[in-house]
């Protein structure tokens, strides 16, 4: 994301949507300096491990969590996916 932000210039962004899946949590790990740059970040989880992570890590780094979607189960299997979407306290 750092190379994508310098290519392109990108000083901030509104809303980033991450359904990579499963590879959520390197993309957030990897791109923590740039997140107070981002306004709202929506992401997409496949299991309850990955969805506890998220909301962990980015409530550290000043996300409120202010809605959950839960829509459907992982193609036949008895997992329930959906999206988490949060909000940075310190947008300016």
């Known amino acids: 994301m750092e190379e994508l932000c310098k ?3 990108i000083k901030s962004i509104d809303i980033l949507k ?3 899946q499963g590879m ?4 957030l790990k990897s791109s923590e300096y740039l997140l107070n740059r981002i306004h709202k970040i929506i992401v997409e989880w ?3 491990k990955l969805k506890n992570e998220v909301i962990k ?3 550290k780094h ?3 969590l202010v809605f ?3 829509f459907g189960f992982l193609f036949g299997e008895n997992r329930i996916l ?3 979407y949060f909000i940075n306290r310190n947008w300016v």
């Not at 959520?24 to 993309?27: D, I």
């Open 68 to 70: 959950e979607h839960r």
């Open 18 to 20: 991450l359904d990579i």
């Open 7 to 9: 290519g392109y210039n």
């Open 62 to 64: 000043r996300f409120d």
């Open 82 to 84: 959906g999206d988490l």
């Open 46 to 48: 496949h299991s309850e």
């Open 24 to 27: 959520e949590m390197e993309v």
């Open 57 to 59: 890590f980015l409530k």
